[in-house]
């Protein structure tokens, strides 16, 4: 089945650690992206890559990073700069211009 | 810059009734505009959309009308089911390289039998 796949579902952080969410497609997309949802609200866009080797940052880069060596694979790693990480995270694919993007299942990242 | 404003919730039902939520947007040029569901703990899955103006986007029972001169795409079901209880996100795509979606702040709907 064509799709996103994110992984973990739930991922725990302990204070000054870094962790990476990973987010795979094999829907043949070029364009990749990451969003935070925090609880009762809208999506905001993290980070975003429209070709292999190449992102762009988004409105809240701040605290997180991210890598695109393969055209399936974007990780996006919260790094201890992210002073309040807590949130739901979203993987998304799709080709641009105006076209419709795809989401992945999310992965719950909760601070110990 | 772009912006996208929706209705806020919660909006609570009773089951086959009317539903309508409301959603304008600010944008320059042409945007692509989407309706997106999300049922608890999940991703965003797409209900529909539009791209150009007039066009009526329809999905599963919903719809939503691409106007222009309103700058507004609102979403209507006419009968709701419980199952239809989710949040739902209007969002558009501007003229930017990137495509990048910029969402509303999601409206729950709340639907009781």
């Known amino acids: 089945d064509g799709g996103i796949t994110q992984s973990p579902k739930y991922l725990f952080r302990k204070e000054g650690q870094n962790v990476t969410l990973s987010c795979e497609q094999n829907?043949?997309?070029?364009?990749m992206y990451w969003y935070r949802q925090d609880p009762g609200q809208g999506l905001r866009l993290i980070y975003y890559?429209?070709?292999?080797?190449?992102?762009q940052k988004g409105d809240i880069a701040e605290g997180y990073s991210v890598s695109r060596e393969k055209k399936e694979s974007f990780p996006l790693t919260v790094t201890s700069a992210q002073k309040n990480p807590t949130a739901f995270y979203l993987c998304?694919?799709?080709?641009?211009?105006?076209?419709?993007?795809?989401f992945g299942p999310g992965t719950r990242l909760l601070v110990l | 810059g772009d912006s996208v404003t929706q209705m806020e919730g919660p909006v609570t039902l009773s089951e086959e009734a009317f539903l309508t939520i409301n959603c304008t947007y600010t944008?320059?040029?042409?945007?692509?505009l989407f309706w997106y569901v999300q049922y608890p703990g999940e991703g965003l899955q797409l209900l529909l959309k539009a791209t150009k103006a007039d066009d009526k986007g329809s999905n599963k029972g919903f719809e939503a009308t691409y106007r222009k001169e309103t700058t507004s795409f609102h979403l209507e079901k006419g009968s709701v089911q419980v199952s239809d209880s989710a949040v739902y996100f209007c969002?558009?795509?501007?003229?930017?390289?990137?495509?990048?979606?910029?969402f509303g702040g999601g409206t729950r709907l709340m639907v009781k039998p």
């Open positions: 969002a558009l795509t501007g003229n930017n390289a990137g495509n990048m979606l910029t």
């Open positions: 890559s429209q070709i292999v080797n190449d992102f």
């Open positions: 944008a320059t040029g042409y945007p692509s």
């Open positions: 829907l043949n997309h070029d364009a």
């Open positions: 998304a694919s799709g080709r641009p211009p105006g076209e419709t993007q795809y």
